[in-house]
């Protein structure tokens, strides 16, 4: 029997995202979101995908949209506590 031979690759596995200020972003940190009006974030995964979600409204928007062409870091800032 061959088990394991055949493993399914995770090419799928999701970037390391950066804020603008080349800070790394983890899922559950707070951050200023730059674009769309939302406010305070958090960064969450959703069906394999990072997202934003607003702490206010609850709105999410896809990190693909967070892009800055000249950086490739996120349009968000993150929120570092007193404590880090």
């Known amino acids: 029997m061959m088990f394991g031979l055949f493993k399914k690759n995770k090419k799928d596995k999701l970037p390391q995202l950066t804020d603008i200020d080349d800070n790394p972003l983890v899922v559950g940190d707070l951050v200023d979101v730059l674009r769309y009006e939302l406010g305070k974030c958090k960064l969450v995964v959703v069906e394999e995908s990072y997202f934003y979600e607003s702490i206010k409204s609850g709105e999410q ?18 929120i ?3 404590s880090e």
């Not at 896809?62 to 870091?73: E, G, N, P, V």
């Open 61 to 78: 928007v896809s990190w693909l949209k967070m892009i800055d062409a000249s950086t490739d870091r996120q349009k968000v800032k993150k």
């Open 80 to 82: 570092i506590s007193d």
